[in-house]
């Protein structure tokens, strides 16, 4: 018997049985072959429902629980890391025509994909204190800044901040306006700011390795340096820097 | 008497460590001596798991278990994979490294279950080839943990004992005596669990896993026990489990909880059942 068949009858429901699967009496048993199908729908289910929360609040429980089901018998983990199933999760909500009517849903996945990376990713060692000084006292707009490897950004047409927060901070209700979103991790918590306009442009830009000075110019006038620097430091997000 | 290159984990009760327990292990352990984690849940880059497991193994030994190596699996083991895993080793130096006869993947896919494999000398060859293999990159003997298993292959032409036995004999691994799993294959195979526990190599036995399971009804209305690690042990494998130690000696036993994990002290009290059991053999 090819571990093929195994496989593919599996994941899709409406396969027929593998052949020379058999009970005690060597009768053909797909009750039993059934407890695998179970157990690996019910195991991918758990993963997902454990990786995005937020999603399943917003749709509810057994919504999700279908719509996993859907999701897991189309694209199987391809990591034997769980703690990141679910990467394609995103673009499959944005063609699942049942939710068509959530334009927010897939950014709303993507943020809870980018805080779960943020969650594990690398641990790093903020910059002290008095060296910022020392290097704010000079001329900045040549620095370069090494952010922390748990540092997500995410940028979005839809209040992904804000909802995220009505779920999970009781937060108010989200308004109908586009967030981009700072994900830090101060120690092992990650936790997603939302970013005045530009922001997102000039973190890309610290993100990409450009100065300070090309960063700002990316992210257009208004720019409030001082504040996004401020969401940086208290995240214990800038790492090193040169310049 | 156990080979002791097999293990280096205490003869004592230990726990399937979840996070929820993290405070509570460390403020008041009980009987349990040693911890097992779920190797691909450390395999991240840094943060909290990782922080945690550096903290409990500086007080506790810890037993690797792998749950995605696919051992079974008729593709080529993921060289990655086993890579992470030969990091996670080399940092941490766990007591113990264990995989289960089973296989997980096919063609790229991780299917998250131990899925069974019929008993025929090509798989014997294949799983042998493969745990040749793990032993090398890890640099150590690991352990090898007998299935539950809910259905059977017409091709099957060896008994699982002689099977792992045989494994055991051509790769020098050590073996993982699921207690439970015997129950649960017993009653879905249909054979004594008692005698297949009579016959197995307990000289090569490095840890003994004691878990729950739920019941339901197989295609003709038989009890079909299903392994869920959800549950208390019951008293039938409490009873296999303090005849298996009268033979064999004290072991490390796990007690394996993995779905609708209990709050502390209920995992505590099943570890000093095992507790109880192991000081008279001891």
């Keep these: 018997m090819s571990q093929t068949l195994f496989a593919q009858a599996l994941l899709n429901p409406d396969a027929a049985l593998p052949p020379g699967l058999v009970d005690p009496e060597g009768l053909p048993a797909p009750k039993r072959f059934s407890v695998y199908r179970n157990n690996v729908a019910s195991s991918l289910t758990r993963a997902l429902e454990a990786g995005f929360p937020t999603v399943r609040a917003l749709v509810g429980d057994p919504f999700f629980a279908a719509m996993a089901l859907i999701f897991l018998r189309a694209h199987p983990p391809r990591s034997r890391m769980l703690m990141l199933y679910g990467d394609e999760f995103p673009a499959f909500l944005a063609g699942f025509p049942p939710v068509a009517h959530l334009g927010y849903l897939p950014d709303v996945a993507r943020l809870e994909l980018a805080m779960r990376e943020s969650y594990h990713a690398a641990d790093s060692t903020p910059l002290p204190e008095a060296e910022f000084q020392r290097l704010l006292g000079a001329e900045i707009a040549g620095l370069r800044l090494r952010l922390a490897p748990a540092v997500r950004l995410l940028r979005s047409n839809w209040p992904v901040v804000s909802i995220w927060a009505t779920h999970h901070e009781d937060g108010p209700k989200p308004r109908p306006v586009a ?5 830090l991790r101060p120690d092992f918590d990650p936790h997603p700011h939302r970013l005045p306009t530009g922001g997102a442009d000039l973190v890309d830009g610290l993100l990409s390795g450009r100065t300070l000075g090309e960063s700002l110019d990316k992210a257009g006038p208004g720019m409030d340096l001082a504040a996004i620097l401020g969401l940086l430091i208290s995240g214990r997000a800038i790492i090193g820097v040169s310049e | 008497m156990l080979d002791q290159t097999l293990n280096g984990l205490p003869a004592k009760p230990g726990v399937g460590y979840k996070p929820q327990h993290f405070a509570a292990i460390l403020a008041d352990p009980g009987p349990v001596g040693w911890l097992e984690v779920h190797a691909e849940n450390y395999l991240g880059a ?7 497991l550096r903290h409990l193994a500086e007080r506790f030994p810890i037993s690797v278990h792998g749950v995605g190596l696919s051992i079974g699996g008729e593709g080529a ?3 990655d994979h086993l890579d992470r895993l030969k990091q996670l080793c080399g940092w941490l130096n766990p007591a113990s490294f264990s995989e289960h006869l089973a296989w997980s993947t096919h063609d790229g896919a991780f299917l998250n279950d131990l899925l069974p494999l019929p008993y025929t000398p090509a798989t014997l060859a294949r ?3 493969h745990i040749d293999q793990v032993q090398e990159v890890l640099g150590r003997r690991m352990l090898l943990e007998n299935p539950s298993t809910y259905i059977a292959f017409a091709e099957t032409a060896m008994d699982e004992v002689d099977f792992l036995g045989e494994i055991a004999r051509r790769t020098g691994c050590g073996l993982l005596l699921d207690v439970n799993n015997v129950y649960v294959s017993g009653t879905n195979q249909n054979y004594d669990p008692q005698s297949y526990l009579d016959a197995f190599p307990l000289h090569l036995v490095g ?16 009890r079909l026990l299903i392994d869920s690690h959800g549950a208390e042990v019951v008293d039938p494998v409490w009873a296999l489990y303090a005849r298996v130690i009268r033979k064999a000696g004290p072991r490390p036993t796990l007690i394996e909880w993995d779905n609708d994990v209990p709050d502390w002290p209920v995992l505590a009290a099943e570890a000093a059942c095992a507790a109880r059991l192991l000081e008279p053999v001891a």
């Design chain 1, 179 to 183: 967030e981009d979103a700072l994900i």
């Design chain 2, 207 to 222: 840890e003994i896993h004691l878990g729950g399971h739920d019941e339901d009804l197989d295609d003709q209305g038989r």
């Design chain 2, 127 to 129: 799983v042998c080839d």
């Design chain 2, 77 to 79: 083991l993921d060289r």
């Design chain 2, 46 to 52: 840094g943060g909290r798991p990782l922080a945690q």
